[in-house]
């Protein structure tokens, strides 16, 4: 039976509070009544002998010492729950649990990553979260993720010793993608940048690592990108190129696997960018947490030697699997 971690019933509803704002909110989310909200609040407070919320507006506040408490108590939440997780884990990887945190971009890039490690460890429950590029550090540093897959450049020797473990799997190179409606289909000759800044482009939004990507050469080579679809799916930005006129920049590897796409190297290429596997430098490590580490090692450098897989059709939209559960807002799309 797996065990749960036992938490001051206190130090809860003061971190509800603190989200909702409300001890009516806050009662209605624990499913307690609103007066014994209320003593252990105050019990708790009588204990510190510090206020600890702003009771005086039409909002529920935490004072200053309430900021400092809730951070700690925050702390000690994640400390007790991976107690909990450490005890419940079996070494011999027959169960357990893993939280994964990447983009849309090492989604694709991975994701056959993932069914290796399933493949090996069918009895560890593997949750994957979809999150900008900023994210993924701060949710690997908070405890919130066990591993996050970024796509960057190596991050810095300072930023390593703020907290994380860096393991660089591989570096991609960049093409522009069109596919067969498009006029530059099967071209073999290179564009330049100023072909490319006439091409009308579907492009991730700026909060996304390859359109920042993207954004930067075009700066760095004094051109303006055509911007035709903006959007929050790598899978909508796939599809319109399969099966339309427009263009989008991509990494090789993908172009490369994806049925109905075609790639354009740009000259100057654009900047390689590192595939980076990134984890907690201290604190916990679970069983699952080492192995996948371990197996993602091998895979990066098998890999190398290995020839390509299959090319691969995407599904449509309307046969997407929505089921996976993911970190951010619904596709988004925008149309110039």
């Known amino acids: 039976m797996k065990r749960r971690f036992i938490f001051p019933r206190s130090l809860q509803y003061l971190i509800a509070i603190a989200e909702y704002g409300s001890y009516t909110r806050a009662a209605e989310a624990l499913y307690v009544s609103q ?20 009771r005086s507006g039409r909002t529920v506040r935490l004072t200053d010492a309430g900021e400092i408490y809730l951070l700690h108590a925050r702390r000690a939440w994640v400390e007790l729950d991976e107690g909990s997780r450490a005890i419940n884990d079996v070494q011999d ?17 991975t994701c056959c990553l993932l069914r290796n490690f399933n493949t090996r460890y069918p009895g560890i429950t593997l949750s994957t979260f979809e999150m900008p590029q900023d994210g993924i550090r701060e949710a690997v ?25 860096t393991c660089t799997l591989f570096e991609e190179t960049f093409c522009l993608a069109v596919g ?5 289909a099967r071209q073999q000759e290179k564009i330049s940048a100023q072909e490319l800044g006439q091409e009308s482009l579907a492009l991730l939004n700026t909060n996304f690592a390859l359109r920042q990507h ?9 051109i303006t ?17 399969q099966f339309g006129p427009l263009a989008t920049v991509l990494p090789s590897s993908i172009v490369n696997t994806q049925c109905g796409l075609y790639s354009i190297i740009p000259s100057p290429e654009f900047p390689h960018k590192a595939i980076t596997l990134i984890s907690r430098k201290e604190g916990y490590k679970s069983p699952a947490c080492l192995a996948f580490t371990e197996l993602a090692s091998e895979w990066s450098v098998r890999r190398l030697v290995e020839p390509p897989g299959q090319r691969l059709k995407l599904c ?11 970190i951010g807002n619904k596709n988004s799309t925008r149309v110039a």
């Open 35 to 54: 007066p014994t909200l209320s003593q252990q609040i105050k019990l708790l407070e009588e204990s510190l002998q510090m206020p600890l919320l702003d």
């Open 316 to 326: 449509t939209l309307e046969e997407e699997d929505d089921s996976s559960p993911k």
């Open 141 to 165: 540093i908070e405890g919130r993720i066990d591993i996050g897959i970024a796509f960057s450049k190596p991050f810095s020797t300072e930023a390593q010793s703020s907290g994380i473990n």
């Open 225 to 241: 990108p055509r911007i035709s679809v903006e959007t929050n799916s790598l899978n909508v930005i796939i599809e319109l190129i």
């Open 93 to 109: 990887l027959s169960r357990g649990t893993l939280r994964l945190g990447w983009n849309p971009i090492t989604d694709h890039l």
């Open 214 to 222: 993207v954004d930067q050469y075009c700066l760095e080579q004094g």
């Open 180 to 184: 067969n409606a498009h006029a530059r």
